[in-house]
């Protein structure tokens, strides 16, 4: 039996005894997300029940599952799209498998450098709701919200100011040809690790750096074998909230209206909640190791390793085709980082 369908059936029996067990429940949502407990991911979709159960006055329950508990990233997008959940996370880098224009997120200096801007934009923009929101569909997947989870830090053995200090340093990437092609333009030497090789990668030398959210650093404790934290501003985590489309097209006006109040109430929730996450992260790290360095660079040092990759959206246009120049010039206008 293969995994999804050893999943879906080990979620149907599931389901089956919590209706038999629990007839008062009217209705059990599933939300899986590729994270752990506590990560931003969790953040979100521990509010997301407590809404959804407070605005249905129970009659609503919703069960999380957390990282690795349903299988990959991979996994639960699968399990979403053939309805034996009902909602998840997915990355844009996963996701796209199931729709490639979803890359462009991977673009570098893609996102506004002020998350007001990328909040109106994530949470409305007609580019991704109303045209990519059609790809996500065709593949029986509903798009519910995308947020930020906070800037992709750079942890590195040496400081890095400049694309030029990045010569000989092993930058660790996911197998993913733009993100290759980014490191390569920013100076660095991309290699592919698993993720579960990353820490030994770091403390053996095999590679000299890597990139993620703050609060990632600090729970899978990459700080402890490296110097250097630095902001570049280059990207920030951005991930996605999807429904099966069938399960979502079937539900009433009313639970159809109080998703909207809850994605609305979220909107304004997970923005803050990232932001102190991160920063009690950082702030944990610093008192675990006071010797790390922490840059934030400058405008002006931002703008060298933005101009080394200005040809990274043109290198996935060719890579992907269909509609990503257009999805591409039209996200870039919205969030006011047109080239």
């Given at each position: 039996?293969?995994?999804?369908?050893?999943?879906?059936?080990?979620?149907?029996?599931?389901?089956?005894?919590?209706?038999?067990?629990?007839?008062?429940?009217?209705?059990?949502?599933?939300?899986?997300?590729?994270?752990?407990?506590?990560?931003?991911?969790?953040?979100?979709a521990?509010?997301?029940?407590?809404?959804?159960?407070?605005?249905?006055?129970?009659?609503?329950?919703?069960?999380?599952?957390?990282?690795?508990?349903?299988?990959?990233?991979?996994?639960?997008?699968?399990?979403?799209?053939?309805?034996?959940?009902?909602?998840?996370?997915?990355?844009?880098?996963?996701?796209?498998?199931?729709?490639?224009?979803?890359?462009?997120?991977?673009?570098?200096?893609?996102?506004?450098?002020?998350?007001?801007?990328?909040?109106?934009?994530?949470?409305?923009?007609?580019?991704?709701?109303?045209?990519?929101?059609?790809?996500?569909?065709s593949?029986?997947?509903?798009?519910?919200?995308?947020?930020?989870?906070?800037?992709?830090?750079?942890?590195?053995?040496?400081?890095?100011?400049?694309?030029?200090?990045?010569?000989?340093?092993?930058?660790?990437?996911?197998?993913?040809?733009?993100?290759?092609?980014?490191?390569k333009?920013?100076?660095?030497?991309?290699?592919?690790?698993?993720?579960?090789?990353?820490?030994?990668?770091?403390?053996?030398?095999?590679?000299?750096?890597?990139?993620?959210?703050i609060?990632?650093?600090?729970?899978a404790?990459?700080?402890?074998?490296?110097?250097?934290?630095?902001?570049?501003?280059?990207?920030?985590?951005?991930t996605?909230?999807?429904?099966?489309?069938?399960?979502?097209?079937?539900?009433?006006?009313?639970?159809?209206?109080?998703?909207?109040?809850?994605?609305?109430?979220?909107?304004?929730?997970?923005?803050?909640?990232?932001?102190?996450?991160?920063?009690?992260?950082l702030?944990?790290?610093?008192?675990?190791?006071?010797?790390?360095?922490?840059?934030?660079?400058?405008?002006?040092?931002?703008?060298?390793?933005?101009?080394?990759?200005?040809?990274?959206?043109?290198?996935?246009?060719?890579e992907?085709?269909?509609?990503?120049?257009?999805?591409?010039?039209?996200?870039?206008?919205?969030?006011?980082?047109a080239?």
């Amino acid at each position: 039996m293969s995994l999804n369908k050893l999943l879906k059936a080990t979620l149907s029996a599931a389901a089956l005894f919590a209706v038999a067990g629990t007839a008062a429940h009217a209705e059990e949502w599933k939300f899986a997300h590729e994270e752990s407990p506590g990560d931003v991911q969790d953040l979100y979709a521990q509010e997301f029940k407590r809404l959804v159960e407070e605005k249905t006055s129970g009659d609503v329950t919703v069960t999380i599952y957390t990282y690795g508990q349903l299988g990959t990233e991979n996994d639960i997008t699968e399990l979403t799209a053939a309805g034996a959940i009902q909602f998840s996370n997915a990355s844009p880098g996963h996701l796209g498998t199931f729709v490639p224009e979803i890359q462009v997120f991977g673009v570098p200096y893609l996102l506004s450098q002020d998350n007001d801007v990328n909040k109106k934009v994530l949470s409305g923009s007609p580019t991704i709701y109303d045209g990519l929101g059609k790809d996500f569909e065709s593949k029986s997947l509903k798009l519910y919200t995308m947020y930020p989870e906070g800037e992709m830090v750079w942890t590195t053995k040496k400081e890095v100011m400049k694309p030029d200090d990045f010569d000989g340093v092993k930058f660790r990437v996911m197998t993913s040809p733009i993100l290759i092609e980014t490191y390569k333009s920013f100076g660095s030497d991309p290699v592919a690790l698993p993720w579960g090789e990353v820490y030994s990668g770091l403390q053996t030398n095999v590679i000299d750096a890597q990139v993620n959210p703050i609060f990632f650093i600090e729970s899978a404790k990459f700080y402890e074998v490296t110097d250097y934290l630095i902001y570049a501003g280059q990207q920030q985590y951005t991930t996605t909230v999807v429904s099966n489309a069938d399960f979502y097209a079937g539900l009433s006006d009313d639970r159809k209206a109080m998703l909207a109040d809850v994605k609305a109430e979220l909107d304004d929730f997970i923005y803050d909640a990232q932001t102190k996450a991160n920063e009690a992260a950082l702030g944990r790290i610093k008192e675990a190791k006071p010797d790390i360095k922490v840059i934030r660079l400058s405008d002006e040092q931002r703008a060298a390793f933005k101009d080394a990759s200005k040809g990274i959206g043109a290198s996935l246009v060719d890579e992907v085709g269909g509609d990503t120049q257009e999805v591409l010039d039209a996200l870039r206008k919205e969030f006011g980082t047109a080239m």
